[in-house]
């Protein structure tokens, strides 16, 4: 290549925009989905794929291995004190996955979602007393409880709340930031399932 052929060559190249934050990437098809993107359930490795709005929409109503999550909120049952301590949770907020294995309950902790035991009897019996805790759709909705308040949400939210109680979470009670946090992740969902 000749002296001036390089100069074209070089003068060519522009240098590309920075990229989106990986997390912005639609994993489907590598098109940017935006800050507010919906998600993607892979059944298969239960991960959340961020989507891209056409990709989301692919998988809308399917039940193979990709399911989007829908945009869901639903509230109005409450577990009394007795009923949540039935169940068996070490803790005051957990949240119910449906899967192809029956229902398992994790609790948002400073490691991650953590999984726990529950009293399948006990959850069969207020699954019978409340629609709501039958109203989730396997895989891609969850019932989330917080001091007895029962919401129904997409899964994503749960996945929310776990990456806001490991990111916050400081010490054994968890400090006064992270309660305000949580309090406000709540006041949100609450206002959506009303609204
Ligand atoms: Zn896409
Ligand atoms: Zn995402």
Request: one cysteine or more.
């Amino acid at each position: 290549m000749s002296m001036k052929g390089l100069r074209r060559f070089v003068e060519a190249v522009e240098i590309p925009p920075p990229p989106p934050p990986a997390d912005e990437l639609c994993e489907f098809c590598r098109a940017v989905a935006g800050s507010a993107h919906g998600h993607v359930v892979d059944t298969e490795k239960r991960a959340l794929l961020c989507s891209c709005r056409p990709c989301y929409l692919l998988f809308a109503h399917d039940s193979g291995r990709y399911r989007a999550v829908p945009d869901r909120y639903l509230a109005g049952t409450r577990l009394s004190a007795g009923e949540w301590e039935g169940l068996g949770i070490p803790v005051g907020s957990a949240f119910f996955l449906v899967g192809e294995h029956g229902t398992s309950a994790f609790y948002p902790s400073p490691a991650g979602a953590t999984e726990c035991l529950l009293n399948l009897d006990a959850w069969q019996a207020l699954r019978e007393r409340y629609p709501l805790l039958t109203t989730a759709l396997p895989e891609v909705e969850a019932v989330l409880v917080r001091d007895g308040e029962c919401f129904l949400v997409p899964v994503d939210v749960c996945y929310q709340l776990v990456g806001l109680v490991r990111t916050h979470w400081k010490g054994f009670d968890g400090g006064t930031e992270a309660h305000q946090r949580i309090d406000e992740f709540f006041a949100a969902i609450r206002a959506r399932a009303h609204g």
